[in-house]
């Protein structure tokens, strides 16, 4: 059972709202244990880390502790549907001002797993994981005890993409790729896959929910639907290229330069620790699997 660490933006967009009904189902099917949630941007409105704890509420796991960037300087939006969530579901009561510091969870969380135990799929900015290897302890903390990172981040194998470089972001990313340890596989989900693969539409005529009511609020999408690429780097994170005998993804090998405007480039390499995903099956077919754990 792997041990998941999900670090999220939950803003805007409302793929991160399906991630997490997928990170739930997860764990509703025996594949994971989620250690906990943090929160890697800043909601003007200061409710987006209540999104989660609606979540985890509607699952039955209020108990998942759940903690916030402290970076005044993180990338800040509106959130599209945080203030709605907060009025009109039941959680924790916590204002992001009022939870825990990210990287203080993340020390805390990893220093109590044994070595190459933990996974974490980052499905926004890189703020919290800049600032985790920042500290001595955090750096050590990461090389000892993660086993795998799955990012959605950048294009493929060359552009520019919104986590890597949005207000500010591509500071806290080229930090993050300069400072890594290299010993530790990073696996990258670009914008070009998740762009085909259209989820949510499911969420038409399934039970009232807050990631039904996140789908309802941004761009139509429980209409129409919406990209996959958070849950495409999730799906990556839990199971793999491959699961049960079905081939998800490829990997492509090789080496991901980021420029100080956040745009990434890619260099094939065998050997190579970073690898980014292509599509193994039709997207189609991909989108098929994520809806259905989005639904679970």
């Known amino acids: 059972m ?14 991160d709202a399906g991630a997490m009904a997928m990170l739930h189902a997860f764990e509703n099917l025996g594949e994971i244990e989620i250690l906990g949630i943090v929160v890697n941007g800043i909601d003007n409105h200061g409710k987006h880390s209540a999104v989660i704890s609606a979540i985890n509420y509607y699952f039955g796991r209020s108990d998942i502790p759940v903690g916030v960037t402290k970076q005044t300087a993180s990338p800040s939006k509106h959130s599209t549907y945080s203030k709605d969530i907060f009025d009109e579901y039941k959680h924790d009561g916590l204002l992001d001002i009022e939870r825990p510091d990210a990287v203080s969870l993340y020390e805390q969380l990893l220093s109590a797993q044994t070595d190459q135990s933990v996974t974490i799929v980052s499905i926004g900015f890189l703020t919290n994981l800049a600032n985790l290897l920042k500290t001595e302890n955090g750096r050590e903390l990461f090389e000892s005890k993660v086993k795998e990172v799955s990012i959605m981040g950048g294009r493929y194998p060359s552009g520019a993409e919104y986590n890597f470089n949005f207000n500010g972001t591509a500071k806290e990313t080229l930090y993050f790729m300069e400072h890594y340890p290299k010993s530790v596989p990073i696996v990258f989900t670009g914008f070009e ?4 693969v259209i989820t949510g539409k499911g969420y038409k005529n399934a039970p009232d929910s807050p990631m039904r009511r996140a789908y309802e609020l941004t761009y139509d999408s429980i ?5 996959s690429w958070d849950q495409i780097a999730l799906l990556y994170g839990v199971r793999g290229e491959t699961f049960h005998g079905q081939k998800y993804f490829s990997k492509i ?26 599509p193994a099956m039709p997207e189609d077919e991909i989108a098929k699997v994520i809806e259905n754990l989005m639904l679970y």
């Open 2 to 15: 792997k041990k998941i660490i999900l670090d999220t933006d939950m803003l805007t967009d409302c793929d």
């Open 193 to 196: 896959f998740g762009i085909g």
């Open 223 to 227: 209409n129409v639907g919406r990209p």
């Open 253 to 278: 090998k090789g080496v991901n330069s980021v420029a100080e405007d956040g745009s990434n480039e890619w260099a094939e390499k065998s050997g190579s620790n970073e690898s980014y995903l292509t």
